[in-house]
């Protein structure tokens, strides 16, 4: 697995409480289980 510094989660900070956060993107799989156990709102009861 090729770990790219720029898709590591990291938190940077500017002062007086601003921060600029990056993380890695949800993978394809995760994002479909995610969507299969959450149904979304207001689609049919």
Do not use: C, H, V, W
Not at 23 to 42: D, F, M, V
Request: positive net charge.
């Amino acid at each position: 697995m090729a770990t790219d510094e720029s898709k590591l989660y990291k938190a940077e900070n500017l002062g007086s409480g601003t921060f600029i956060i990056t993380k890695p993107k949800r993978k394809k799989t995760k994002l479909r289980q995610t969507e299969l156990k959450n149904p979304r709102r207001g689609s049919r009861k």
